[in-house]
């Protein structure tokens, strides 16, 4: 158990919808990142929020946005879904350092199904 | 360019014997940091282990050790006596950036069959 917990834990939206999907980080932790899994892939790093800021981002469209809470707790919205978003989304909550050992601890993810 | 490489889609290995389960990175950055986790069917990440690119001893965690050789670029994972549990998708990641920010890059996954 790593503390992180996401919701839902399955969803099924259809093509052109929005959805929203919800992480609570580990306590203490300031620093949330999301990522998106698609089947038989490795996760990539859709962005990451520190202190309620975006703090970093990949390779992904302004449809993907998110925020995150004064109690680090964080949302990842997308808009105007499309078949390809169907994937496991993951968030990982670590506490920004000086130190150079920053661990990400994640969530058990959210499976999103876009037909 | 593909900056985590793992060049085996899947492996099998016998109940209580080692396996080395390859990658290799590529980055210009100095300061840099590597993962392997472990991703079981229920689609958790658990991390295994850490090591820096400063660190000059190899990673130890129980079981885990990281082969890491920097002037190659590689940090194998190595399973000792391997467990029918070990059975699982397992990926490398490379931390970049500092503390104004950070991104994990991960691999594309071994995916260890362990064998009774």
């Known amino acids: 158990e790593t503390g992180v917990t996401q919701s839902p834990t399955h969803l099924i939206k259809t093509r052109g919808q929005q959805v929203t999907l919800r992480c609570s980080s580990q306590?203490?932790?300031?620093?949330v990142s999301w990522y998106q899994q698609a089947l038989g892939q490795g996760p990539q790093f859709i962005f990451q929020?520190?202190?309620?800021?975006?703090?970093g981002r990949g390779n992904f469209p302004p449809r993907f946005s998110g925020l995150q809470f004064p109690n680090y707790s964080s949302e990842l919205n997308v808009n105007a879904l499309e078949l390809d978003d169907s994937a496991l989304y993951l968030c990982?909550?670590?506490?920004?350092?000086?130190?150079?050992?920053?661990?990400?601890?994640f969530g058990p993810g959210t499976r999103l199904l876009v037909l | 360019a593909q900056k985590i490489t793992q060049t085996q889609p899947g492996m099998f290995v016998q109940e209580k014997e080692a396996v080395t389960l390859d990658c290799t990175y590529d980055?210009?950055?100095?300061?840099?940091?590597l993962f392997w986790y472990k991703q079981p069917s229920s689609g958790e990440m658990i991390f295994l282990i850490y090591?820096?690119?400063?660190?000059?001893q190899n990673a130890t965690e129980g079981r885990y050790s990281l082969n890491f050789q920097k002037a190659r670029k590689s940090a194998n994972l190595v399973i000792s006596a391997s467990q029918l549990g070990d059975s699982a998708m397992y990926f490398c990641?490379?931390?970049?950036?500092?503390?104004?920010?950070?991104?994990?890059?991960f691999g594309a996954g071994t995916r260890l069959f362990v064998k009774a």
């Open positions: 990641a490379m931390r970049e950036g500092n503390t104004g920010g950070f991104k994990t890059i």
């Open positions: 090591q820096g690119s400063y660190d000059e």
């Open positions: 929020y520190y202190r309620e800021e975006e703090n």
């Open positions: 990982a909550s670590s506490l920004l350092s000086l130190s150079d050992r920053v661990s990400e601890y």
């Open positions: 306590s203490g932790h300031n620093t």
């Open positions: 980055t210009s950055d100095q300061s840099y940091g």
